[in-house]
């Protein structure tokens, strides 16, 4: 689950002298320092750090970091506050920060965007920014719209010794290596190869021998959900999703669909307790936002009760006669 800021972190001595260390760091204009610092924390804690500071030095700090850890640090937050972040500096840092962002994070932010900023932004993104487009024309709640581009794939007639060497420079780029797909010469998606596996094998083997032809994969069309039953089922990290002709579109991680379960986790709750639907997680959503959520239907039940009332004071000597109509009460 994403971290909101402003959520409630409880306030320690830890973080109370690593707020006033970054405030210092910041104020000195010790950017190399403060990235050393940051270096040594997970993106999470950071997030904590965070909420203890204000807009100001929060945008100090985001200009302060390098992008990528920048890109870490702002994965790990809320929708709500990606955009927020983002809104707070200007075009040219923020198209660097969502460069360094994994596609299918920096989609949803951008998609969160008014118009005319994101086209700003996917402007100044050049080539990352045509593949953020590409994912944009998808349906939020499909396969399509929650996988990533940056994945890893070699062909079926590659040794194993040129694959390795094409994994060194590959791998940097890529969400996830846990799995490598396997390609025809038409691109097309043929099997699926763990690293361990490759690891193992003899170096002049070809891939085609020691490839799994037995590759499941997801249209990119089909329901989020679709994806998520997979993922439950055979307990996978990471799920191909291809096109009509199967070829390889993108991957779904197994923290996708964490997200995924969780919004379907959040939907459940609210019908449950007969809400108005959510824009972030339950447990992510503030008091008052579940208050205001939840009014409009008590407002509902409350007219039906009232409605109800009325007709059984009408029929009040009726019932009285009769107590066997009593069972009939709704």
Do not use: C
């Not at 005319?116 to 396969?143: C, H, I, N, P, Q």
């Not at 990471?238 to 986790?265: C, K, M, S, Y």
């Amino acid at each position: 689950m994403r971290a909101p800021l402003g959520g409630g972190v409880v306030v320690d001595e830890k973080y109370t002298a690593l707020v006033e260390n970054v405030k210092q760091l910041l104020s000195e204009g010790s950017t190399e320092a403060l990235t050393n610092l940051v270096d040594s924390l997970h993106p999470a804690d950071v997030v904590d750090i965070l909420e203890l500071l204000d807009d100001s030095a929060r945008s100090a700090f985001f200009h302060a970091i390098p992008a990528g850890k920048a890109a870490d640090i702002i994965q790990e937050l809320d929708p709500e506050d990606q955009t927020e972040v983002i809104r707070m500096m200007g075009s040219a840092r923020s198209s660097e920060i969502l460069r360094e962002m994994d596609s299918d994070d920096a989609a949803d932010l951008i998609g969160d965007l008014p118009e005319a900023k994101a086209e700003t932004l996917l402007d100044l993104m050049d080539s990352e920014g045509d593949d953020v487009r590409e994912l944009l024309r998808y349906d939020e709640d499909s396969s399509g719209g929650i996988m990533a581009t940056e994945y890893v794939t070699v062909n079926m007639e590659w040794t194993v010794e040129k694959t390795l060497a094409e994994l060194r420079h590959l791998a940097p780029e890529a969400e996830t290596v846990y799995y490598i797909y396997v390609v025809d010469a038409d691109e097309r998606l043929v099997g699926v190869l763990s690293l361990r596996d490759l690891v193992i094998a003899d170096l002049k083997r070809k891939i085609s021998s020691i490839m799994s032809r037995n590759v499941l994969a997801v249209p990119v069309e089909a329901d989020q959900e679709e994806a998520a039953q997979l993922f439950k089922k055979y307990r996978y990290l990471a799920l191909p999703v291809v096109d009509n002709d199967n070829r390889l579109a993108g991957i779904i991680t197994a923290d996708d669909i964490l997200d995924v379960v969780e919004e379907e986790a959040t939907e459940d709750i609210q019908k449950i307790a007969g809400t108005m639907p959510l824009d972030r997680p339950y447990f992510a959503t503030s008091i008052k936002e579940l208050w205001r959520s939840r009014v409009v239907w008590l407002m509902v039940l409350f007219l039906a009760e009232s409605i109800t009332g009325k007709i059984l004071q009408n029929f009040s000597t009726a019932m009285q006669s009769v107590i066997e109509l009593t069972f009939f009460i709704p």
